[in-house]
């Protein structure tokens, strides 16, 4: 009897070790049912070259991410956190992970076929079903069988009509969930939220009023940073060639924070872009007064559905620049200033998260984050308030400046990566403040 409860525990225990394995593996399609970008964009010319210069695109392209990802890797010896390490690609590029190649970020380049090297492109979104978990790039595909058999396409519109391949509205392609499902991301095994935009969104005061990611997103395009502090307008035009007319075309421009990757892809028009929503997305005001020589400069997130920095925070620089000088230009006072070589003093303030290895250690290496040790970013339509204290300079007038700077990744880590000053990162000025205060 004792034999036969072993042997049906031990059955059990098998059973629950599959289930597990079956559960941490990704479904499965094979690499021939998804249709290359260019082929799409023989019908949809205008949103195909949108995204062609978008960081959606660039995203495996996007050699900072690949050098960064790979030096990460050195050295692991934890497998939980090689794990992690080598999950990038579902993310960066989830066409080639759902087909196998790349299934780690170790891959080899050279071996990557060409559709997969494409990044999040038109047939793996517009394939999208559903999401199986909001994030980690969760979702449940439905491809044709390529060129031949297209299969259907999902988007924003109940009345498309396609000759090349069937069509089909999605509520899902209206929604945020649609961006949530790749822009959050969790450590696989540790659980620690690495980013977080779409929580940050829903939480935040645009999910209540109805404003979905693609709200602000998909209607930006040059010259138009359609920021939650500037106006939306809609754009009309058709989706494909011979579409009809419709009220509103969901740009494909993608546009985040990113101004540099763009840029050196050749795709300057979404560099600027880059920098139009940035320069849109924040205010920053110096109080006119000075209690007990304490200086308050508050900052304000204006526009951006999540928080001041978002995404990759640990890596992410926006940080403050305050300078107090006398009338006659002499400085007294000046903080957040880089050195020559694009350093940060370490007393400047900077808003970005922290990650430590479980011993309260901090850690830049997202394999290795147990942790949370420091959050310091602005929610949406959030303020934070700096203090500064100022030279004991007493009747006389100054004058104050304040900036808010935002990098992509700090100088001293590119430096790093690829060798001292090989590649510049540049800092973009998202908003600034200038007073003239008597002490």
């Known amino acids: 009897m004792l034999k036969q409860a072993t042997v049906r525990a031990a059955i059990i225990i098998m059973l629950a070790a599959v289930l597990l394995v079956s559960c941490k593996k990704s479904r499965h399609y094979e690499l021939s049912r998804f249709i290359a970008p260019a082929v799409c964009g ?15 695109h660039l995203s495996h392209y996007d050699h900072i991410y690949r050098e960064i990802a790979l030096r990460d890797l050195k050295g692991l010896t934890d497998a939980d956190e090689i794990e992690e390490a080598e999950l990038c690609v579902k993310c960066h590029t989830p066409i080639g992970f759902v087909s196998g190649l790349p299934a780690k970020t170790s891959d080899h380049l050279k071996k990557i076929p060409e559709i997969a090297q494409q990044g999040i492109q038109c047939d793996y979104c517009h394939s999208a079903v559903k999401a199986e978990k909001l994030y980690n790039a969760s979702i ?67 999910a209540r009023q109805g404003i979905p990611c693609q709200g602000c997103h998909m209607y930006q395009r040059p010259g138009i940073p359609a920021t939650g502090s500037t106006n939306r307008p809609k754009n009309p035009g058709r989706a494909a060639q011979d579409g009809p007319v419709r009220e509103h ?50 900052v304000a997130n204006t526009g951006a559905g999540h ?3 978002t995404g990759l925070t640990h890596v ?61 970013r602005i929610g949406p339509m959030k303020s934070a308030v700096e203090l500064f204290r100022l030279p004991g300079v007493t009747g006389e007038s100054i004058v104050v400046e304040a900036r808010l700077w935002h990098r992509l990744a700090p100088q001293e880590l590119v430096d790093a990566v690829f060798g001292e000053g090989k590649i510049k990162i540049p800092a973009v000025l998202m908003a600034s403040d200038k007073k003239t205060l008597k002490l």
């Open 307 to 309: 928080s001041i920095p």
């Open 316 to 376: 992410r620089q926006v940080w403050l620049e305050v300078k107090v000088s006398t009338l006659g230009g002499r400085t007294l006072f000046h903080s957040g200033r880089p050195d020559g070589t694009g350093r940060l003093d370490p007393s400047s303030v900077v808003y970005n998260t922290v990650f430590g290895d479980g011993t309260g250690k901090p850690v830049l290496n997202i394999a290795k984050a147990r942790e949370v040790l420091k959050d310091k």
């Open 42 to 56: 023989s019908c949809h010319d205008e949103i195909y070259e949108q995204w062609r210069g978008s960081m959606h």
């Open 140 to 206: 449940e595909l439905d491809p044709g069988n390529g060129e031949e058999s297209p299969g259907t396409k999902r988007g924003p519109f109940k009345d498309s009509h396609a000759d090349f391949h069937e069509t089909a509205y999605s509520e899902f392609h209206t929604r945020a969930e649609i961006c949530g499902a790749c822009h959050d991301v969790r450590h696989v095994v540790f659980g620690t939220r690495l980013e977080s935009p779409y929580e940050e969104w829903k939480n935040g005061p645009y």
């Open 249 to 298: 075309i969901f740009t494909h421009y993608f546009t985040g924070a990113n101004v540099l990757v763009p840029s050196r892809f050749g795709s300057r028009v979404q560099g600027r872009m880059a920098e139009e929503r940035l320069r849109n997305a924040a205010r920053v005001k110096i109080d006119e007064h000075i209690v007990n020589n304490m200086l308050r400069v508050t």
